[in-house]
């Protein structure tokens, strides 16, 4: 895992905003992974689970942990 430091001096070099850097998969690997994981654990849902299969509460639920504020339905 890369330190603070390289991956602030990676950015430099490429004059690139550290929000690009941080989800870089070439840098750190398995973030997205890492947030699913975080996210289901937090919002109770099975990984297994089917999107149309949600029901409104596990919507609103996931929506929430995803940091939206609204469903569409």
Do not use: H, K
Request: aromatic letters at 4%; charged letters at 20%; proline letters at 4%.
């Amino acid at each position: 895992m890369p330190e603070g430091p390289e991956i602030c001096r990676a950015a430099d070099r490429i004059q690139e905003q550290i929000a690009g850097r941080v989800i870089d998969q070439a840098l750190v690997a398995g973030l997205g992974n890492y947030l699913r994981s975080e996210i289901l654990f937090f919002t109770q849902l099975s990984a297994s689970a089917r999107s149309l299969d949600l029901t409104p509460n596990q919507q609103q639920s996931l929506a929430q942990g995803l940091g939206v504020t609204a469903v569409v339905r």
